[in-house]
């Protein structure tokens, strides 16, 4: 009769470790998915480079720009600086969007999933405006940075 229980026993204690060792894997392989994700968003340097170009843009008439209640691109034609290609160039920028702060619904076809992926992770717990949105393109691999706006700067 005890080597039966002792049977019973390790079979229930075998069970338990199993199924905590395959919840752990769950949520660690989660985590190391959504660190590579994240990898491609808000990078310090891009953060940084997104500052400086809202301020470029806030000095050569982006306000004029902020009016708008839908996702906008922003290219240098906007802007009669000739300087911008080279800015655009140097930063690696492929396209920059200027986005309403709280958006929710706009037509996602228009854009690429990777840029919809990051709308998403985005938060929206400041108090800003707009969001100005960088897309990035350097060494084969899109990424992307944001900074807020507040449409009286």
Request: charge should be negative; include cysteine; proline fraction near 1%.
């Amino acid at each position: 009769m005890k080597k039966g229980f002792a049977l019973l026993e390790t079979i229930i204690v075998i069970t338990f470790v199993t199924v905590s060792l395959l919840l752990l894997y769950g949520t660690f392989t989660s985590m190391i998915d959504n660190r590579e994700k994240n990898i491609q968003y808000d990078d310090a340097a891009n953060i940084y480079k997104m500052y400086y170009l809202k301020e470029y843009l806030l000095l050569n008439g982006m306000n004029d720009y902020l009016n708008v209640s839908d996702i906008r691109k922003i290219s240098c034609d906007d802007f009669l600086v000739t300087s911008c290609h080279t800015l655009w160039d140097k930063f690696h920028l492929e396209h920059v969007y200027l986005v309403p702060y709280r958006i929710h619904d706009y037509n996602e076809n228009n854009y690429a999933s990777s840029f919809n992926n990051y709308l998403d992770a985005l938060s929206n717990n400041e108090d800003y405006d707009y969001r100005l949105v960088g897309e990035f393109f350097y060494e084969d691999e899109y990424s992307y940075a944001s900074i807020g706006v507040i449409s009286n700067e």
